[in-house]
């Protein structure tokens, strides 16, 4: 049986903390995988995060099984987080996936179930896995234009050319927020036009939110996905808590289905608790009963509120420095679109000669594509990384 199966290249992005870990140089950074880091590199357990282990490792009495779409009460909490009172909650469906991945796949797998010969809009560029699970699940997708490379900023008319082509019952992907890979983030009058448009053309709208909290601010980065859900008959929405809760391996994602009516909401409440049925059968309980904790407690809210704000600064800090000292080094403005991108990511627009010299000359991480993970930069590290880039011929 092994022997007809062909092997598979490793994930570009995490085939990167490998490599990484086994460069033995003392001065390398890590600006691939988009994980958060303090400025003494690490990647912290927030406080709040650690005071709800507390209260469950007392007061949790069983560990028996929860439901197959996962505990309500993580539901509702996550819902709320999300989608606040935009949408009235009879007509909301959700299932507890494995991480926001999980929550992608399962979106994909309902617009296959749904219909089978429609096409998956992605942006260009966009997450390597949203291209790699539609190719896995054997679903047609095509690109529209996202970004301009050269200005840096999104390519909002090019965009919309490009979804012309959709037809009727075709599924869009758009990220609801600190979009990524590049950093650029559509303006809310953008987000306007574009849900008139998703309405007329009878497309059905897929969000994934995986960085609510590091753009804006927790209700200004849900803006968008709460207009889309509230105008848009049917959305699907995949959000991730790894980053916001930075519970990267306790894999805590959602699907929320926002639908039209109770009736769909409970037809569609059966589907989810299916689909979880048939790959993971019971979703991994800790990380939601985390977040619910830290949700449905106004003290561990308002310590969570002020950690992300905390990091949410941070990055926006890292930014502006990297953008002067940017601009101090090379004499030019080029870099200064660093401050208007959103979130941990930006990409730079550079060769793949670049950033093989960053990583083999300076031990500096990139991703392929030329991204960067802000979060991997300290204000120490800085004048370094500004360095490294014009050596490299940035
Ligand atoms: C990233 O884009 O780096 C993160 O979403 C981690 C991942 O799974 O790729």
Redesign the pocket.
Known sequence: MFDSLSPQPP?K??QLIQLFRDDPREQKIDL????YRDASGTTPIMKAVKQAEKILLEQEITKTYTALAGAPEYHEAMIGLVLGDSVPIDRIAAAHTTG??GAVRMAFEIARLSNPTSTVWIPKPS???HQSILNFIGMRSDGYSYFDFESKVTDFDQMMGDLQKAVRGDSIVLHGCCH??TGADLNFQQWQELVEFIISKGLNPIIDL?YQGFGDGLEEDVRATRMVATKCPETLIAASC?KNFGIYRERTGILIASTQDTATQTKMQGILAHLNRQSISFPPDHGARIVSTILTDSELTQIWRDELTHIRHNLIAIRSSLSSELQKVTGSDRFGFLQSHKGM?SLLGCDSEHVLRMRDEHGVYL?GDGRI?VAGLSQESIPYMAQAMVASGM
């Open positions: 994930d992005i995490i691939g995988v988009g994980v926001g991945s997450w390597p896995s990524n890979p995986a790894s990511f991703v993970n």
